[in-house]
Structures are given as C-alpha cells and as structure tokens.
Nanobody, 116 residues
Framework: QVQLVESGGDWVQPGGSLRLSCAAS????????MGWDRQSPGKEREFLAT???????NYADSVKGRFTISRDNAKNTVYLQMNSLKPEDTAVYYC??????????WGQGTQVTDSS
C-alpha cells in the first residue's frame, strides 16, 4: 500500500503561481512514473502531467508551457509548479503513482481555487 499526501493548494489570482507537493509513504525511485491529475467542478478527472523514472515528461495541452512536474527521490516527493494560472485551473489536484504490475495510486487531493 502506498500513501500519497498532496499539499500546497490555495486561493490564487489569475496570473499567479503555486507549487504543489506530493509526499509518498514509500520510495518513489523504483516507480514507473509519478504524475498529476485534476478534477474541476462538474467535470471528469483529467490527466495533467507525468514524469517517468527515466526523466521523461508528458503534459496535457491545457497546461503545457505553464506547469512543470519534478521530483526529489531523496524526499520521496513530487512537485507541480504552476505558473500563469487561469480561472479554469480551479480544481482539486491529485498526485498519482504508476507502479509496475500494481494498480495506480492517488492521493486525497489538494484544492486550487481562483480568487478573482
């Protein structure tokens, strides 16, 4: 069982920045990948970004160029740096662990809200 705990969500004005963190209860070094998804009110959960163990990244078109995923293996933590935030970025943001031969894990989420 892997536990993921997200933090860093907040109220933010358009154009602002936030950095989300995701702390894992186990070493993420051997995980196939780590990622972030989000769910906006009234919408399905959507993919945002992944970072593989080999360092490859993939982003949804909606956040490409604005969001950056990174990881600190020593701290078992994954980050999502979010810049140039828009009102439509309001959502609950979930961390996701992709582990070979096991179901994906999600955290409980952290809320990001447009304050305009």
């Amino acid at each position: 069982q892997v536990q993921l705990v997200e933090s860093g969500g907040d109220w933010v004005q358009p154009g602002g920045s936030l950095r989300l963190s995701c702390a894992a209860s186990a070493s993420i070094f051997g995980f196939r990948a780590m990622g972030w998804d989000r769910q906006s009110p009234g919408k399905e959960r959507e993919f945002l970004a992944t970072l593989t163990s080999g360092g490859n990244t993939n982003y949804a078109d909606s956040v490409k160029g604005r969001f950056t995923i990174s990881r600190d293996n020593a701290k078992n933590t994954v980050y999502l740096q979010m810049n140039s935030l828009k009102p439509e970025d309001t959502a609950v943001y979930y961390c996701r662990a992709y582990i070979a031969n096991r179901p994906d894990y999600w955290g409980q989420g952290t809320q990001v809200t447009d304050s305009s």
